[in-house]
């Protein structure tokens, strides 16, 4: 069963008076504990495909269906609350927020989620920061830290809410390769160890190296789709 | 609800680390409030303590709390006088009839009839009271009395009043020596020159004896008028029933003689209208410059103003000249010369120059010694306590009339002594009033039927009344004679007069008397002040219902443009408060946007994964509020403190008459409200919710999109 279906989606974007298209007839299943990697060089579209994939943008044609729900019939406020419930985001630039610490900042979606009581939520955050390997930095500020510790704290306030689907935009674009690296492996391991689909996107080959499926975008359209490794959990549309 | 809790406290703790985040910008958001709740703690509290102040002064002098007037009249009532003169108000005719009613209306203690006015009153100058005593004497001796005491009163006043005749030569040769002879009134001025030059020789002085009413009428006629003093001034006053009025009005006090007996005529001088218009100038600018020096720091070596008077005392000495005679003046010359460091033998008018130039240095010697030592042989008020003065109005009929009336005391209101809008009022009895104001008693109405019986006038219709005059009835034809002045039927005529202004001055009026008949207005004090407006309305409804026709205003419409003062004030601060808190808004949404605008990608991270609107939007009013409340609260806490401070060092002082009265003393004494507090932190509130308004709207339009935008 897949968790995110994308069914002939076109997405243009207006630049004055042209209209510059996206994504033209994008089809796309992916299923549950892929690590799927989407490719292609600046411009392709790839960013694009996530915002929609991410409920934080919508088809200009076509459906998107996240987590069984056709994200073009939801509210506003409903889509926030899917990607509070369903959707966890890694960023290419970390976006943290600075004025909270590294432990504030990945307790923050449980506050927003609410309904656990301040241990609980303590647990968890603790847990996740000791499992990207942060612990020792939880009372610091993003500021302190530097790119690969920021995006490992990015991972586990992804992480934290422990959701279906964990989307990255290039999370290995402002890092350097070995650290780029650490992170792919990082969160390969969380995708092994509870199962969460991970969708990125990137243009580095040895990044796709790491992914289970990769799908190749170029001019709006899906260039190819192919299985890497045996290493996912599952794999198939 | 403790999903909302929690979410509540990542949203304070976000607000607040964005505030300390950026120190600099909190500081200036914090200042601009700080200031604004401080101006509107400060100023509200200023505001309420004069509006306190006022409602004292015009309660407490003349107010009360309800004033009732004519509803026909043209003007409106201005207890402190308007713009154009008096208010032109038309009489109620039966101020008992009115109190009967308005008394019964519950809450009300009392009711007060009034009549204020300007009057002329004729104060003379030194030249006809000298000339006046010389008169008593003189007919004294022609009535055939003698004796060694009338001799040297007789001598004395002679003296005087020759020396004042060299004095006003001397002083008005100087002056014509500039002025220009062609003039229209030349022939009268040289005509009066003559007969100046005529009495200053001793061959008039020698023949005195022999034509004593001749002389005199020389005197009276040709001279004193050369000596130009102010002949009248205008005494501004409210009839009234006094006793009612001093039990109404607390802080109406006599301070010099006492008050008009019950029942009896009599006024009561404003003091602060005989200081400044009935005293000895020469006392007058000594008691200027020392309040200057004492209440304002002022010195005489740096202040033009305080130079001035010192010259112009030096140069306005022949007013206290002439009030002595060359006894006295000799006495006072022997009393000064030591006191001053004088050589021997040096006369008075040296003596006073040096008196008078004063210096810093030398003023509370020379203030003290004028007081001490020149002050007792003087009439330092030309209206004084134990005065008879002549009164006199033109009456509703257009006529003048004049009344007589003892001066009891000089009167003045408690805290605002100081005030020229207060303290220029005296009180009249009402009896006088209504004689001034031209209504007709009964007493008064047969005395003008006896007068037109004596001289043979008859009633005149006005339509007629041409006709009449100049032929046609042939009724009133004019018959010349030859004029005969009998000095002693004058004379008799005259102590005839004095003989019945005494009695009118002697005669106790009874309550019912002085209540029956005209007022002007009516003030009513009420038993609790709090329920003026409920009272306001009883009293209309009171007044419909017997059909009085009269205006009901309260004591802040009633003192007009006074009144009008705090309003005024209030608007001003309000104004300023607004122009303030305009600006502010602007700097604080200005501020805030470029804060939203740099933080446009940590909000769209904050909604990307999972962060409502209405949560952004609360989070960037829930900051903003935080300083309002935090910066609001030091504002107020400062302005407290301000408050208290002034408090401490005495208030802020009255320098203008105008601040007593509003000040209700010599100073204000600002009380902090509780009401002022609220009001400045709700201000602040409004103002810094509003200023975020937009910002906030910008923070709700930023979409999960913005997120993802990889510039940093």
Known sequence: ?237 | MSARRDALRVLLRIAFRNLTASPVRTAILGAIVLVGSLIVVVGSSLLDSIDRGMRTSIQGSLGGHLQVYDARSEGTLELYGGLRGESLLEPIEDFAKVKEVLAKVPNVKQVVPMGIDQAMVAVGNAFDVALERLRDDARRLEAGEDGPELRRSYAAHQAHVRRMVQLLREEIAQARQIVDEGGREAADQKQQWEALQRAATDDFWEGFDRDRYGSLELLENRVAPLAMDNAFTFLRYVGTDVDAFFRAFPLAEVVKGERIPTGRRGVLVGKQYAEEWLKLKNARRLDQIKDARDRRGKRIAEDEELQRWVRENRAGIREILLQLNPARADALAGLLRPALGAPEGEPLEPLLVRLFATTDESFDRSYALFYDVVAPSLRLYRIDVGDTITIKAPSKSGYFSSVNVKVYGFLQFKGIERSGIAGMMSVLDIVSFRDLYGYLTAEKAAEIERLQRSIGARAVERDRAEAELFGGGGGLVGEARAAEIDEGALVRGGEEDRASAADLAARVYSQEEIERGVALNAALILDDPRQLRRTERDVRAAIRDAGLGLEVVDWQQAAGLVGQFVTLLRVVLVTAVVIFFAIALVIINNAMVLATLQRVKEIGTMRAIGTQRRFVVTMLLVEIATVGVVFGLAGAALGALVVWAIRAAGGIPAVTDLLYFVFSGPALLPRLGALSVGASLAVVLVVAILSALYPALIAMRVTPVEAMATED
Request: hydrophobic share 40%; with cysteine; aromatic share 4%.
């Open chain 1, 1 to 237: 069963m897949s968790i995110v279906s994308v069914e002939h989606v076109s997405k243009d974007y207006m630049l004055g008076k042209t209209v510059v298209p996206a994504l033209r007839d994008v089809s796309l299943s992916v299923g549950k504990g892929e690590f799927l990697s989407i490719a292609g060089p600046s411009g392709s579209g790839k960013t694009t495909l996530l915002n929609l994939i991410g409920c934080v943008d919508t088809p200009t044609v076509g459906r998107v269906i996240v987590a069984g729900q056709d994200t073009a019939r939801l509210s506003e406020r409903a889509l926030t609350e899917l990607r509070l419930r369903t959707i966890g985001f890694i960023f290419q630039s970390f976006n943290l927020v600075s004025v909270l610490t590294v432990f504030q900042n990945v307790e923050f979606p449980l506050l927003l989620q609410g309904g656990q009581t301040r241990k609980d939520r303590a647990d968890r955050v603790l847990a996740l920061l000791d499992a990207v390997g942060i612990a020792e930095h939880a009372r610091h500020r993003p500021s302190e830290l530097s790119g690969g510790q920021r995006q490992r704290v990015a991972i586990a306030r992804a992480l934290v809410t422990r959701p279906a689907l964990v989307l990255a935009d290039e999370p290995t674009a402002n890092l350097d390769s070995e650290t780029g690296g650490n992170i792919i492996d990082l969160m390969k391991e969380m995708n092994r160890r509870d199962g969460t689909t991970f969708i990125f996107s990137t243009h580095d080959p040895k990044v796709m190296a790491h992914a289970s499926a990769l799908v190749r975008i170029e001019d709006g359209r899906i260039a190819s789709r192919e299985d890497l490794d045996g290493a996912a959990l599952a794999g198939g549309r």
